[in-house]
């Protein structure tokens, strides 16, 4: 299938806890009219960040030709028959809100609402490096952990949208209390902020700055205690990873998030522990990557479902 250069873009975007993206994306999966706003500190309920939100769709499209719709990828649980947000576990305030419903009344378009990871498995499906395979997953690790499936030929959601918590997913029944108010989640040891609690535990330097990158960097340096860290997260990253290669086999996991930034170096401990936690089968071929940066490739996803949605097209 082919598009005419002349069609109307898709508006995407990409809600996160504390700011929201827009932009512009052609049906060939060219972006173009980015906007980016941060919520204020003390936003508190769902119609202020509403405003903020709308804003910032308002400055995509304001760039030129009517759209043909919205798609919007949101870092939470979704009721994807709905279009509300189930829950989002950083920003309470978003909780319940039906943002299908409220973006439809506002701007009169077809609107697509759903989880950032499943947009981000669209986005590789279509655009990176799950193109042309039948079964993968991708999988995203920053602030929080989320992972979406591809099997078969097909995005799998979960009853009204419901699948892809694999961050609350239990690693350790005697382990931390995680932000969801249950004990020992995958997210509460493999998650940006069990980094910095790790490194302020630990004494390493800035460790409320800490990101894979610089703890890299202060591995490289041989400051105390950065490479048992650095280790140590792969481990607990790997962990997650090869439970759910364990029990879906989707056999190429994309990679997205924070850790991205960390490249080959943190790539090639998380394989190592990966690979030895895993069973191996005859003539499989189970493969670890990272993507692009998680913010574009959540953004061609969230248009991509928009276009599915638009054409009846089964991901």
Same mark, same amino acid.
């Given at each position: 299938?082919?598009?005419?250069?002349?069609?109307?873009?898709?508006?995407?975007?990409?809600?996160? #806890?504390?700011?929201?993206?827009?932009?512009?994306?052609?049906?060939?999966?060219?972006?173009?009219?980015?906007?980016? &706003?941060?919520?204020?500190?003390?936003?508190?309920?769902?119609?202020?960040?509403?405003?903020?939100?709308?804003?910032?769709?308002?400055?995509?499209?304001?760039?030129?030709?009517?759209?043909?719709?919205?798609?919007?990828?949101?870092?939470?649980?979704?009721?994807?028959?709905? !279009?509300?947000?189930?829950?989002?576990?950083?920003?309470?305030?978003?909780? !319940?809100?039906?943002?299908?419903?409220?973006?439809?009344?506002?701007?009169?378009?077809?609107?697509c609402v759903d989880q950032d990871t499943r947009a981000l498995l669209v986005g590789d499906r279509w655009f990176g490096q799950g193109r042309g395979r039948r079964n993968f997953a991708s999988v995203y690790i920053g602030e929080t952990l989320g992972g979406a499936l591809y099997l078969d030929g097909h995005l799998y959601r979960g009853p009204a949208g419901a699948g892809g918590e694999i961050g609350h997913t239990t690693v350790d029944i005697k382990g931390r209390m995680c932000q969801c108010g249950r004990r020992g989640c995958w997210e509460t040891i493999a998650s940006s902020k069990w980094l910095r609690t790790e490194a302020k535990v630990r004494r390493?330097?800035?460790?409320?700055?800490?990101?894979?990158?610089?703890?890299?960097?202060?591995?490289?340096?041989?400051?105390?205690?950065?490479?048992?860290?650095?280790?140590?997260?792969?481990?607990?990253?790997?962990?997650?990873?090869?439970?759910?290669?364990?029990?879906?086999?989707?056999?190429?996991?994309?990679? #997205?998030?924070?850790?991205?930034?960390? !490249?080959?170096?943190?790539?090639?401990?998380?394989?190592?522990?990966? #690979?030895?936690? &895993?069973? #191996?089968?005859?003539?499989?071929?189970?493969?670890?990557?990272?993507?692009?940066?998680?913010?574009?490739?959540?953004?061609?996803?969230?248009?991509?479902?928009?276009?599915?949605?638009?054409?009846?097209?089964?991901?």
């Amino acid at each position: 299938m082919w598009f005419s250069k002349d069609a109307r873009p898709i508006c995407a975007v990409l809600l996160l #806890h504390d700011r929201v993206s827009a932009c512009l994306v052609s049906l060939e999966g060219e972006v173009y009219a980015q906007s980016a &706003v941060y919520f204020p500190k003390n936003v508190a309920n769902a119609a202020d960040a509403f405003r903020v939100i709308s804003t910032c769709i308002e400055k995509a499209v304001a760039f030129g030709k009517p759209i043909l719709g919205i798609g919007v990828a949101v870092a939470g649980m979704i009721n994807t028959e709905t !279009g509300t947000i189930v829950t989002v576990g950083l920003a309470p305030f978003l909780d !319940g809100f039906p943002l299908e419903t409220e973006l439809n009344r506002r701007f009169g378009v077809t609107v697509c609402v759903d989880q950032d990871t499943r947009a981000l498995l669209v986005g590789d499906r279509w655009f990176g490096q799950g193109r042309g395979r039948r079964n993968f997953a991708s999988v995203y690790i920053g602030e929080t952990l989320g992972g979406a499936l591809y099997l078969d030929g097909h995005l799998y959601r979960g009853p009204a949208g419901a699948g892809g918590e694999i961050g609350h997913t239990t690693v350790d029944i005697k382990g931390r209390m995680c932000q969801c108010g249950r004990r020992g989640c995958w997210e509460t040891i493999a998650s940006s902020k069990w980094l910095r609690t790790e490194a302020k535990v630990r004494r390493l330097p800035r460790p409320l700055s800490l990101d894979v990158s610089r703890l890299l960097t202060l591995a490289d340096k041989d400051v105390p205690g950065a490479r048992d860290l650095i280790r140590d997260y792969a481990f607990n990253i790997a962990v997650g990873l090869a439970n759910l290669q364990q029990f879906m086999a989707p056999n190429f996991i994309v990679i #997205h998030g924070d850790i991205v930034r960390g !490249g080959g170096p943190i790539l090639r401990l998380i394989q190592e522990s990966f #690979h030895d936690l &895993v069973f #191996h089968r005859p003539g499989d071929d189970i493969a670890l990557v990272f993507g692009d940066g998680e913010c574009l490739a959540a953004l061609r996803g969230a248009a991509s479902l928009l276009l599915s949605e638009l054409l009846n097209f089964v991901i």
